[in-house]
């Protein structure tokens, strides 16, 4: 039987990243569907509507957004709430901590590879990126770790495949596949 994992995502970006990533954890006969947002704001207006719409059968519902500056436990009761109020109890909530840019950090052996610059990896020992989901500002560090060719989409699309399923720094990466691996089991 066919089931269809729906993701509701608040940039393009997470597309990109997620279309790298995912078919090397899902099992077979799960397909992918993104729904993407323009922005956490959209995301959080027209989520109810979006999901309370979907009639396709053996859907399964994964929600993702950025914590940015907000309580990530606020943002995910919040939107857990909207997700029951839409009839999806079931929906998995994921929050990405600050940024998804910290789940790039959380593997720069794969940020090196992604963009061939030369000692990333080992700047993982540093502490500043032992614990990459507490950086302010994940994204503007990527930046300049990348001396600029980080780019959200494109940057994205190069480190979904190459990102490493295990050993990857971030917590919220890490508590997210787990989520994705056992709501598809």
């Known amino acids: 039987m066919m089931r269809t994992l729906v993701l509701f995502l608040e940039e393009p970006s997470a597309q990109a990243?997620?279309?790298?990533?995912l078919?090397?954890?899902?099992?077979?006969?799960?397909?992918?569907?993104?729904?993407?947002?323009?922005?956490?704001?959209?995301?959080?207006?027209?989520?109810?509507?979006?999901?309370?719409?979907?009639?396709?059968?053996?859907?399964?519902?994964?929600?993702?957004?950025?914590?940015?500056?907000?309580?990530?436990?606020?943002?995910?009761?919040?939107?857990?709430?909207?997700?029951?109020s839409a009839g999806r109890d079931g929906a998995l909530v994921r929050i990405a901590c600050h940024e998804l840019e910290s789940w790039y950090l959380g593997d720069l052996a794969a940020v090196e590879s992604a963009f061939g610059q030369r000692g990333l990896a080992r700047l993982a020992l540093k502490a500043k990126f032992r614990k990459p989901d507490v950086l302010g500002s994940p994204s503007t560090e990527l930046e300049k770790?990348?001396?600029?060719?980080?780019?959200?989409?494109?940057?994205?699309?190069?480190?979904?495949?190459?990102?490493?399923?295990?050993?990857?720094?971030?917590?919220?990466?890490?508590?997210?596949?787990?989520?994705?691996?056992?709501?598809?089991?």
């Not at 995301?43 to 999901?51: G, T």
């Not at 699309?157 to 720094?169: A, H, I, Q, S």
């Not at 997210?176 to 691996?181: D, S, Y």
Request: with cysteine; glycine share 8%.
């Open 17 to 21: 990243m997620l279309e790298g990533l």
């Open 145 to 185: 770790l990348t001396r600029g060719q980080y780019q959200k989409v494109d940057g994205s699309r190069k480190l979904g495949p190459l990102l490493n399923l295990k050993t990857n720094l971030s917590r919220s990466f890490q508590v997210f596949l787990e989520g994705i691996i056992r709501l598809t089991a």
């Open 23 to 84: 078919p090397r954890v899902l099992p077979p006969g799960v397909e992918l569907r993104f729904i993407v947002f323009e922005g956490k704001q959209d995301l959080e207006k027209q989520l109810v509507r979006r999901l309370s719409l979907w009639l396709a059968p053996n859907s399964l519902f994964v929600v993702l957004r950025d914590q940015d500056s907000g309580d990530c436990r606020e943002t995910k009761r919040r939107l857990t709430a909207k997700c029951v």
